[in-house]
C-alpha cells in the first residue's frame, strides 16, 4: 500500500473512532501526556473503562497508569516524588493533606458512594453488634476515608474513636489480616470487605455506611500541571464523560471490564455496584464533607491545625465547567 493511501485510510479510521463515542468532535491535533496515578478500586471504574475502550486515545492522550492499594499512598506520592500528574483519591487525604500544602487541587469528583466504605467484624471474637467494638482492634489505613468513616461510626453508635484499639495498615492487607485474627475488625471499602466476607463466611457480621458517610472519589491534579496543561485536564475529564455513558448502557459488560482490570471475581464485583454512582461533579457537598473532615480531625487531635482550611482555594473547576458545565454547583465557583 503506498504512504498517501496508509496516511488517508488511518485518517478514516481515527474519524470513525471519533465518531462511534457520539461525540461529534474534531480529533484532537496533538498527543498530551498524562501520569496518573489510580487506587485499584471499583470507585476507580470510570478509569478502568476509559482504559479498556480507549477513550484516552481518542481523546488525544497518552495516559500513563500507575496502580496504588491506596488514594492516600498515590497522592502522597504525587506530592513528594512529583513523578505523577493526577491522582485518584478520596477526602479524608485530602483534608490531612491540605492542612499542610496547597499545591494540588480537585478536578473533578468522578464517583461517589453512601455505601462503599463499612467495618466487618468477626463474630466469632465476641461481636454481635457496634457497641461490641469497644475494646475490639481495628485495622485501618490511618489517614485514609476508612479511618474517618470509623471515627463517624462509632459516634453515630455511641462510641469514640478512644475506645477502640487501631492498627495500622495498607488496604490491601485488611481482609487477610481479620482472616487471620491480627485484628478483630477492619474498616475499609470495597473491594476488600467483599474479599474480607468471602475469607470469613459466616463469621463475619457487616456494619454498612448509610445515612452516616458520603464517600467522594476525586481526580485530584498537581497545580503546577494544571497552569500547564488546561487542555489535558478537559481532555481527560472528556474520557471519563465517556465512561459515565458507557456504564449507564452497559452494566454487564462495565462489569466485566472492572473484575478483570481488578482480578476480582465478577459476582464480587456485581454485589457492590449499584452502591456507587459514577458521575463527574463538583457540588456543595464536596466543601461540607471536606469541612466535616477537617472538623473531626482537629477535635480528635489528629492534627496539630486549630482552623479549617477554605476549600474553596483546593478546587479548580475551569475543566469541568467545560465539559459538563451542569455538573459545577458550588456557589461562588
Known amino acids: 500500500m503506498k504512504a498517501g493511501k ?7 479510521m481515527l474519524v470513525f473512532m471519533v465518531f462511534i463515542t457520539g461525540c461529534g468532535r474534531k480529533a484532537p491535533e496533538s498527543i498530551d501526556k498524562i501520569r496518573l ?3 485499584t478500586s471499583v470507585l476507580s471504574s470510570p478509569v478502568w473503562i476509559a482504559e479498556n475502550k ?7 492522550l497518552d495516559v500513563e497508569i500507575k496502580d496504588f492499594g491506596s488514594g492516600k499512598t498515590a497522592l502522597r506520592t504525587m506530592l513528594d516524588d512529583g513523578n505523577l500528574d493526577i491522582v485518584t483519591v478520596a477526602q479524608t487525604p485530602v483534608m490531612f493533606t491540605g492542612f499542610k500544602r496547597n499545591d494540588f487541587a480537585i478536578i473533578a469528583i468522578m464517583t461517589y458512594s453512601d455505601n462503599d466504605v463499612k467495618v466487618v467484624g468477626r ?3 465476641g461481636i454481635a453488634n457496634s457497641l461490641d467494638l469497644k475494646g475490639k482492634t481495628i485495622g485501618v489505613t490511618k489517614g485514609s476515608t476508612g479511618h474517618s468513616f470509623l471515627s463517624f461510626f462509632l459516634t453515630h453508635n455511641g462510641l469514640d474513636i478512644s475506645d477502640v484499639e487501631i492498627l495500622d495498615m495498607e488496604a490491601t492487607e485488611l481482609a487477610h489480616a481479620l482472616a487471620e485474627r491480627k485484628v478483630n475488625a477492619i474498616a475499609t471499602w470495597e473491594p476488600h470487605i467483599l474479599d474480607a466476607k468471602e475469607l470469613l463466611g459466616e463469621r463475619a457480621i457487616l456494619f454498612e455506611s448509610k445515612d452516616i458517610f458520603r464517600e467522594d472519589w476525586y481526580l ?3 497545580k503546577d500541571f494544571i497552569k500547564k496543561h488546561p487542555q489535558a485536564i478537559e481532555r481527560l475529564l472528556r474520557s471519563i464523560v465517556g465512561s459515565e455513558e458507557f456504564i449507564i448502557k452497559n452494566r454487564e459488560k462495565s462489569i466485566d471490564i472492572v473484575a478483570g482490570r481488578l482480578k476480582t471475581d465478577r459476582t ?5 455496584w449499584d452502591d456507587f454512582e459514577f458521575k463527574l461533579v463538583l457540588d456543595q ?6 469541612e466535616d473532615s477537617a472538623r473531626w480531625s482537629i477535635s480528635n487531635k489528629l492534627t496539630d491545625a486549630e482552623k479549617v482550611p477554605n476549600y474553596l482555594d483546593f478546587i479548580y473547576v475551569d475543566a469541568l465547567k ?3 458545565p451542569m455538573a459545577v454547583t458550588i456557589p461562588g465557583k
Open 6 to 12: 496508509r496516511a488517508g485510510l488511518a485518517a478514516l
Open 37 to 39: 496515578g489510580v487506587e
Open 54 to 60: 480507549g477513550y484516552f486515545q481518542i481523546e488525544g
Open 123 to 125: 463474630k466469632d471474637q
Open 220 to 222: 485530584v491534579a498537581n
Open 268 to 272: 464480587l464485583i456485581d454485589k457492590c
Open 285 to 290: 457537598s464536596t466543601i461540607i464533607n471536606l
Open 322 to 324: 467545560a465539559v459538563k
